[in-house]
């Protein structure tokens, strides 16, 4: 199938590792023009020189100036941006009981407000030329909170919520805003989870992901290349008529439709 992706520019946040990297990649063999982004330069640039038509941005969103200088970049490169991918890395874990105002208002800037800087930046160009894609990796925990992860849970369900009421605003304008839920998939970020959990329940984290596999009823973590396929169909031409939509990755762990 041909996504329709031939052309297009996709900015992709925090993909020098992990789910972003295995989007930028499935973009990249799709035919887009894809801008790796992160932290580390080098290593945005390194993944970039990998793929057909790239380029890498060493860049921080939470700061002020971040995603415009990201969004410069991108326009520099290879014009009107057509796809972006919204991701940042997650807050460490926590419980509901312990959090206090200052870890919540840390957690938010690259959680939420990142997130909608970087969109009105790139919005009003996408509306005007009728044809938009905005896809942001979420987590299982915007459906069923993870036990742990409060600060994760609370951010990314207020992303949710920003992203669903903007699908319906800007559908009509060819537009689509969708988010993308991973469950248990195969990622450093997942190796640190089950890391911290094995610390509270004292045990090692490897008996703790055999107990996650055997809940999973796929019985096995996801791979981050599976997760940037669906990512990519949600960022095509193809999915013009899915929007608004939360898509789970997750191996059908979430108990609910």
């Known amino acids: ?14 993909s020098t590792s992990g789910l972003g990297e295995a989007t930028a990649r499935a973009l ?10 992160g932290r580390r330069g080098d290593r945005a640039a390194a993944i970039a020189a990998e793929l057909p038509e790239a380029i890498g941005v060493g860049v921080d969103l939470t700061t002020d100036d971040g995603p415009a200088t990201l969004v410069a970049a991108a326009t520099e490169a290879f014009g009107d941006v057509d796809v972006v991918v919204l991701n940042s890395g997650g807050p460490p874990p926590s419980t509901a ?17 990142a997130q909608q800087r970087l969109v009105a930046a790139v919005l009003p160009g996408m509306r005007e030329r009728r044809w938009g894609r905005i896809v942001a990796v979420g987590s299982a925990g915007t459906v069923e909170p993870i036990p742990g992860l409060a600060l994760s849970n609370a951010g990314r369900a207020a992303l949710a919520g920003y992203l669903k009421t ?8 060819g537009v689509t805003v969708n988010l993308l839920l991973p469950g248990r998939i195969a990622t450093a970020r997942t190796t ?3 890391a911290y959990i094995a ?3 004292g045990t ?4 703790v992901a055999a107990r996650a596999e055997a809940e999973i009823p796929a019985g096995r973590y996801g791979t981050a290349d599976e ?7 949600l960022c095509s031409d193809v999915a013009s008529y899915v929007t608004g939509t939360a898509t789970r990755c997750d191996g059908g762990l979430v108990g609910g439709l």
């Open 1 to 14: 199938m041909d996504l329709g992706l031939t052309g297009r520019t996709a900015i992709v946040c925090a």
């Open 97 to 113: 009981a312990t959090i206090d105002t200052a870890s919540i208002t840390e957690a938010m800037v690259p959680l939420l407000l």
């Open 166 to 173: 903007l699908a319906g605003e800007v559908a009509s304008d």
């Open 28 to 37: 990249a063999a799709e035919g887009a023009r894809v801008v790796v982004s």
């Open 192 to 194: 640190g989870i089950d």
């Open 199 to 201: 610390e509270q329940r």
């Open 227 to 233: 997760f940037g396929g669906v990512a990519a169909f």
């Open 204 to 207: 090692t984290p490897a008996d």
